[in-house]
C-alpha cells in the first residue's frame, strides 16, 4: 500500500491550494485519513482529518479554511487550502489509519506561502 500526495507548491498568502493524496491498494474506503503538516524547526501537526463515514475534523488554526475531502471511487483524499497564510507554510504529509491496521504515510508536499 502506498499513498502518494501532490499538488503542493508555491502561493501567494490569501490564494489556494488543492493537495491530493491516492492510494494504491485496497484499503481506501475502510480507512481513516488525515492531512498532517511539519514546519521547519516545528513538530508535525494535524491539519485535518476524515473517517471512513466522512466525519471531519479540524483544528482552530485551520477551521474555516481548510477543507478535507474524500472520493471513494478514486481513492484519493483532497485538502482544499483557501484563504492560505505565511504561517501555513510546511511539508503536508497525509495519512491513513485504522485501529488494529498498519498505518500508512505518504511521502509529503511541499507548500509555500509568500506573504
Known amino acids: 500500500v502506498q499513498l502518494q500526495a501532490s499538488g503542493g507548491g508555491l502561493v501567494q498568502a490569501g490564494g489556494s491550494l488543492r493537495l491530493s493524496c491516492a492510494a494504491s491498494?485496497?484499503?481506501?474506503?475502510?480507512?481513516?485519513f488525515a492531512w498532517y503538516r511539519q514546519a521547519l524547526g516545528n513538530q508535525r501537526e494535524l491539519v485535518a482529518s476524515?473517517?471512513?463515514?466522512?466525519?471531519?475534523n479540524y483544528p482552530d488554526s485551520v477551521k474555516g479554511r481548510f477543507t478535507i475531502l474524500r472520493d471513494n471511487a478514486k481513492n484519493t483524499v483532497y485538502l482544499q487550502m483557501n484563504s492560505l497564510k505565511a504561517e501555513d507554510t510546511a511539508f503536508y504529509y497525509c495519512?491513513?489509519?485504522?485501529?488494529?491496521?498498519?498505518?500508512?504515510w505518504g511521502q509529503g508536499t511541499q507548500v509555500t506561502v509568500s506573504s
Open positions: 491498494g485496497n484499503i481506501f474506503s475502510g480507512y481513516n
Open positions: 476524515i473517517t471512513r463515514g466522512s466525519i471531519v
Open positions: 495519512k491513513g489509519w485504522l485501529v488494529g491496521r498498519p498505518t500508512y
